[in-house]
Each structure stands twice: as C-alpha cells, then as structure tokens.
C-alpha cells in the first residue's frame, strides 16, 4: 500500500523518534523523504 511512495516523518523525542518510524516505513518499501525528531511541549 506505500510501497515506492515519498513519505516525510515527525516524531516526538520523549514518545517514538522519526527514526523509529521511517526504519518501519523503510521495511514496508516507502521511500522517506524527510525525517524529524523534535520535543513538542
């Protein structure tokens, strides 16, 4: 279903990272474009 599609991902430093999620999307064949981990208050 995501396969070969361009993904941008935001994550939330004390919850799950960016990079957690685009190791998943990765797997599954999305390509991710984009990758942010930051601490929203």
Excluded at 4 to 31: P, Y
């Amino acid at each position: 279903m995501i396969k070969g599609k361009k993904i941008w991902v935001f994550g939330e430093r004390d919850d799950i990272t960016a990079t957690a999620v685009s190791t998943c999307l990765k797997a599954a064949g999305a390509k991710v474009v984009y990758e942010n981990t930051a601490c929203f208050v």
